[in-house]
Nanobody, 127 residues
Framework: QVQLVESGGGLVQPGGSLRLSCAASTFTLDYYTIGWFRQAPGKEREGLSYISYSDGITRYADSVKGRFTVSRDNAKNTLYLQMNSLKPEDTAVYYC????????????????????WGQGTQVTVSS
């Protein structure tokens, strides 16, 4: 069974930084496309970024491009989301998720491609 565990959320002031972790157990991360998502209260879940299993390239949503960076530590089987210049509108529950290989590249931007989800970690940006 695919299991993902997010950690690293918390309270941060505007302009601050946080690094979220997405640890995988029972499977190897680089076999799957891994996405980062968030959901704010009353809003739909939003895709932020995904790193493709096929080419290892990371893609970002316009809302976070230039501020958020994904990295991976294969030895720890863990993916990271470095979030800088945080804004109050970044407040949300953040999730990582894994998608099976084989879809068209464009489909990985759609949350419906992802079958395995972590439990989420809360990020609150407030002064």
């Amino acid at each position: 069974q695919v299991q993902l565990v997010e950690s690293g959320g918390g309270l941060v002031q505007p302009g601050g930084s946080l690094r979220l972790s997405c640890a995988a157990s029972t499977f190897t991360l680089d076999y799957y496309t891994i996405g980062w998502f968030r959901q704010a209260p009353g809003k739909e879940r939003e895709g932020l970024s995904y790193i493709s299993y096929s080419d290892g390239i990371t893609r970002y949503a316009d809302s976070v491009k230039g501020r958020f960076t994904v990295s991976r530590d294969n030895a720890k089987n863990t993916l990271y989301l470095q979030m800088n210049s945080l804004k109050p509108e970044d407040t949300a529950v953040y999730y990582c998720a894994a998608a099976e290989p084989g879809y068209s590249e464009s489909y990985y931007g759609d949350l419906r491609a992802y079958d395995y989800w972590g439990q989420g970690t809360q990020v609150t940006v407030s002064s």
